[in-house]
């Protein structure tokens, strides 16, 4: 089966710097989206890597690794605003997009 | 501004009646998709379209139906059939399979 592995729930302080990883085994890989949806909201795009390597936007970075099936969303000088769920989706072989439950991060003053 | 929209946001209905969730873009998207969410649960694929008068089932489509009679707009209905209805539906198209998909505002729907 398809799957894809993210933790459930990460607290982190103000002004530092968090690193949320994401786990997939997929029927092949066409690419890896990382959302960010706010409670009650819904998800926004964050990022793709397609490659292997990092992809750097401002305060938040994403790296791959397609032989590890391996990511990772990188957040610096983290603020309360940031505190949201954090969603992994990889599309397979099909072009389906398969998406992991979320990681909910909790940033504390 | 272009978009996707969804109304309405928030919807109540009576156990055994059908519902229609609207969803309209004007982005020009071939490709428009329904999500479920539920609590600690990642997106679940209801139906999606890649071409007007052409839809697929997704991995929970049962107890759902949709149509695509114009490019904007893929509207869902849910049917009584549907055992567990209450949750949170997302709306979504992108330009192609493989790129990033603009999510509509959701429906939160609660079934009474």
């Known amino acids: 089966g398809q799957n894809i592995d993210q933790p459930t729930e990460m607290t982190a302080t103000e002004g530092a710097i968090v690193q949320i990883n994401c786990t997939y085994q997929?029927?092949?890989?066409?690419?890896l989206f990382w959302y960010q949806q706010h409670a009650g909201e819904a998800p926004t795009f964050l990022s793709y890597?397609?490659l292997d390597g990092l992809e750097e936007k401002g305060r938040f970075s994403s790296f791959l690794s397609r032989s590890k099936g391996y990511s990772y969303l990188l957040l610096k000088e983290l603020q309360m605003k940031d505190s949201a769920s954090y969603l992994c989706?990889?599309?397979?072989?099909?072009?389906?997009?398969?998406w992991g439950a979320g990681t909910k991060l909790i940033i504390k003053p | 501004d272009g978009g996707i929209t969804q109304s309405p946001k928030y919807l109540f209905r009576k156990e055994g009646q059908n519902v229609t969730l609207s969803c309209e873009q004007n982005?020009?998207?071939?490709?428009m998709y329904w999500y479920r969410q539920d609590p600690g649960q990642g997106l679940r694929l209801i139906y999606y379209?890649?071409?007007?008068?052409?839809?697929q089932k997704g991995d929970i489509a049962e107890g759902y139906s949709v149509s695509r009679e114009k490019k904007e707009s893929f509207p869902l209905t849910v049917t009584s059939a549907q055992k567990n209805p209450t949750a949170f539906y997302l709306c979504?198209?992108?330009?192609?399979?493989?790129?990033?998909?603009?999510f509509g505002q959701g429906t939160r729907l609660t079934v009474v």
């Open positions: 979504a198209s992108s330009a192609t399979e493989n790129t990033e998909a603009f």
């Open positions: 982005l020009n998207h071939d490709a």
């Open positions: 379209s890649q071409i007007v008068n052409d839809f």
């Open positions: 997929t029927s092949g890989f066409n690419g």
């Open positions: 890597n397609v």
């Open positions: 989706a990889v599309i397979d072989s099909n072009y389906q997009l398969i």
